[in-house]
């Protein structure tokens, strides 16, 4: 069992605009799934990319854009995102306030 708060879990600075906490992994007894949240400031992307799994992602707080296979896809607080195996794509801040969203994806793909 595992009970914890955001506030509570370590932050990790991937870039200037960009900062990564796992929240829930097999660390805590989540087999097989990571569950991280990303706080991207104003200006944050994440680049171009894509991977052999497929994740979630589920906005928070604020705006952004999911770039996906050639075609933007806003995001509001509440807003949910199916990722499917190998599709290009990329998320980003699209606002003028910070956009925090939880992105979920099986253990080999949290790099």
């Not at 075609?71 to 190998?86: E, F, I, N």
């Amino acid at each position: 069992m595992f009970v914890s708060h955001r506030d509570l879990i370590e932050k990790k600075q991937i870039s200037e605009y960009v900062t990564k906490q796992v929240l829930v992994s097999p660390k805590e007894g989540w087999k097989d799934h990571v569950m991280r949240m990303f706080t991207l400031e104003k200006g944050g992307k994440a680049p171009h990319h894509s991977h052999p799994w497929q994740h979630i992602i589920y906005a928070v707080e604020g705006t952004g854009n999911l770039y996906m296979e050639g075609k933007d896809y806003p995001l509001t607080a509440g807003s949910v995102a199916y990722v499917p195996d190998d599709a290009d794509h990329q998320i980003s801040n699209a606002g003028e306030e910070k956009f925090v969203f939880i992105c979920i994806v099986p253990e080999r793909g949290d790099q």
